[in-house]
């Protein structure tokens, strides 16, 4: 390959170009560098945290926050957090039939024409808390919660942005801050007012595997939870990658070494 | 011409069909066809690229299957395509990235041409088919970035269809003609997803043009000396080039999926997974990063019209690009102020990029601090697009017209044959 000098360094500079002019400038607050099990090209996500994630979407987020794009039943298929390699059908894994069982669901209409209530199944939506949007900002003091399907991938690091805005909670806003109207504190979030109120205590929820339920630890756990959420088929898309690049790579090879026999007696 | 006999039908079935559809001979024409010896590998970015190609054609085929184009479910239905339709979940970030890594590979092609002098006579066709087929893939690319209607896809469409207001007089109307309303909604996503069907088989179309008029003068080469003696300057296309481009091919692959599996949003806008919401402006609009320089000269000029016109005439200039460079001598390897002022261009190119992701009045660097407010001041984005706006224009109403007539060129090889011989001496 006949790459001068000069070539070289404007290939170089274009892909440097190209990583500069993509990361777009993020002027909120600093956030705080903590590590997941699901970053980097190997990372995958961290099971019992996932499961702890959930127990905290379900006893604590669910209550303004809705999931649209999600059915239950995704909670038990491969890469989801309750999958059972004996049940890879997530509508007969037992765990995913009991989750269903919990929520209620709006069915209808029936004969009669009449819309009506039943246990959910795995099969369905997960149900929202609010029937639309302006009864959401009523409950809210006009703030709108944001739906959790794909929370994660819509900011900017956001398994970073959501674990710090969780856990960046103050009692007293610093002084200077005039805090409107129910509104809270909250130094992770761009001029630090914020609608929701502090939405993890400790305690709030009780681990059955006994790990201590902090503040930090919930907001981990449920961060991992909803980085699945927004990108349920990770792990099956990183192990396909692999497979993808080392067929590549062996592919080049074998491509390069053809290229050298057919070339072998020709000046070029 | 001994080393190109010419497709010689064998069997009795292949002289029938010669005789009435020549159409194997068509595809032996088209692959055993004279290539010059020497090419390197920026010329294989044209296989590349006819990959790529097929490859958006045919996840696109299959992502339309799924995709709803209205308001109220193109953006789930984006969700519904990678959560539970097979294999969805590799197909929509291959079209996605695919669009990046076409762009990317087109730019390259496009630089190399102008480097190499592949624009000059006698391919000024050749040329102006390939600009064409760029404008196409701005407006296919476009339209495609909308359809997912998030909040980029929203405010990106309105921002572009916006621009045609700015013609005096048929704007307006032209504008409300573009969106079939008063502002983009159903209408507007229904048709840029037909126009994003349709279009990609009309550059399908333009690529074999574009092969056509390869095929008349044949390919240039980094020399820029056209062949003489077809035996000893160039080599059939298959099996020498088909192979080295399929090499190219693999390694090109590579970067696609190591994208594709392992950062597929790294390329895309948080934003975009946000749903469209009229209501709720973005704080920063920016278009995908293959249409940032172009943003960068929009935003350069105060006024609106101005930076319309001078955004569409930057693409405007490629069309009459080789009458503009005067110089007789094709490859600017041999052209030592060409070079200088490409490469010049090319980092200019690459700044207009860099300054399109920005706010104008962000500072590329700080000189100091406002006395009165204590805000930092220096050379903003504002006037960093301006002046690469200015050699954007410069290089090719200028410099390239004015050296091809006082540039003293390097002495070029006598022939193809003589400047690949390991005796040569070698070039720069």
Redesign the interface.
């Known amino acids: 390959m006949r790459l001068s000098k000069l070539t070289a360094t404007v290939i170089a500079t274009a892909a440097l170009g190209l990583i500069v002019g993509t990361a777009s400038a993020s002027e909120g607050p600093e956030l705080k560098h903590v590590e997941f099990s699901f970053e980097g090209v190997f990372g995958t996500y961290d099971k019992a945290a996932a499961q702890r994630g959930f127990q905290v979407y379900q006893e604590s987020c669910t209550n303004c926050h809705s999931m649209k794009l999600l059915s239950i039943r995704n909670l038990g298929e491969a890469g989801g957090p309750f999958y059972d390699e004996e049940h890879p059908n997530a509508n007969e894994n037992p765990v995913i039939k009991a989750i269903a069982a919990m929520f209620t669901v709006t069915d209808g209409p029936d004969s009669e024409g009449d819309m009506f209530e039943r246990p959910a199944k795995p099969f369905d939506r997960f149900p929202s808390p609010f029937a639309n949007e302006q009864a959401a900002r009523a409950s809210n003091g006009g703030a709108l919660p944001p739906d959790f399907s794909v929370l994660v991938s819509a900011r900017e690091h956001g398994p970073q942005y959501i674990y710090s805005l969780l856990t960046s909670y103050e009692d007293d806003a610093p002084e200077g801050v005039e805090l409107r109207d129910g509104m809270n504190y909250n130094a992770a979030f761009k001029g630090g007012q914020i609608g929701m109120p502090p939405p993890l205590f400790e305690d709030l929820v009780e681990y059955s595997d006994g790990t201590k339920a902090s503040v930090e630890q919930m907001a981990h756990d449920v961060v991992t939870f909803m980085a699945w959420a927004s990108d349920p088929k990770m792990e099956e898309r990183k192990r396909m990658g692999w497979m993808v690049m080392i067929y590549l790579f062996i592919f080049a090879l074998l491509m390069y070494g053809s290229y050298k026999a057919v070339w072998r007696d020709v000046e070029h | 011409m001994s080393s190109y006999p010419g497709y010689d039908p064998k069997s009795g079935f292949e002289k029938w069909l010669d005789a009435r559809l020549p159409i194997i001979r068509l595809g032996y024409d088209t692959f055993i066809f004279p290539t010059p ?2 090419l ?2 920026w010329w294989t970015f044209g296989a590349i690229l006819a990959v790529i190609l097929m490859s958006q054609i045919i996840t696109g085929i299959i992502l339309a299957m799924h995709y709803v184009p209205h308001v109220d479910l193109a953006f ?1 239905s984006i ?2 395509i ?2 539970d339709v097979n294999f969805g ?2 197909l929509q970030p291959m079209h996605a990235v695919g669009a990046s890594m076409m762009f ?1 590979a087109v730019y390259i092609h496009m630089f190399r041409g102008i480097y190499y002098g592949s624009h000059k006579s006698p391919r000024e066709v050749l040329w102006i088919v390939g600009v064409v087929i760029y404008l196409l893939m701005m407006a296919t690319g476009f339209m495609g970035y909308v359809l997912p209607w998030g909040q980029m896809s929203f405010w990106g469409a309105t921002v572009i269809t916006n621009l045609f207001g700015a013609f005096p007089l048929v704007g307006e109307s032209l504008t409300n003609w573009l969106w079939g309303g008063f502002a983009v909604d159903d209408p507007t996503l229904n048709r840029f997803f037909s126009l994003h069907f349709v279009l990609p088989f009309a550059i399908l179309g333009l690529v074999m043009l574009h092969v056509w008029a390869l095929h008349v003068p044949g390919n240039n080469n ?1 020399t820029g000396v056209s062949v003489k003696n077809v035996d000893k300057d160039t ?1 059939p296309f298959h ?2 080039y088909t ?2 481009d ?2 190219a091919i ?2 090109f ?2 970067v696609f ?2 994208f ?3 950062i ?4 895309n ?3 975009n ?2 749903r469209a919401n009229p209501l709720v402006t973005p704080p ?1 609009i ?1 278009p995908e ?1 293959y249409y ?1 320089p172009f943003y960068a000269m929009l935003r350069a000029v105060p006024n609106k019209l101005g930076g319309v016109i001078t955004m569409f005439g930057a693409i405007a200039v490629l069309f009459v690009l080789p009458w503009l460079d005067t110089s007789k001598v094709r490859s600017m390897r041999y052209r030592p102020l060409a ?1 200088l002022f490409f ?1 010049i261009f ?2 200019a190119c ?2 207009l ?2 300054a ?4 104008p009045t ?1 500072l590329v660097f700080a000189t100091g601090t406002d006395a009165a407010t204590g805000a930092p001041v220096g050379f903003s984005f504002l006037w960093f697009a301006r002046i690469l706006t200015l050699y954007y224009y410069a290089f090719f109403v200028v410099i390239l017209p004015v050296l091809g007539l006082v540039e003293k060129p390097k002495d070029r090889p006598e022939s193809i044959q003589k400047s ?3 005796s040569a001496p070698e ?2």
């Open positions: 010896r020497n390197n590998y789930d969700q519904h990678k959560r979940w590799m990317l980094p080599l099996p020498y192979i080295k399929a090499f693999v390694v692959l590579m999926v190591a594709v599996f392992f597929p949003d790294a390329l806008h948080p934003d997974y946000i920063h920016v990063w940032l070079k490469i090319v980092l690459i700044g990029g860099w399109g992701a920005k706010s962000d690949v011989l390991k070039e720069a």
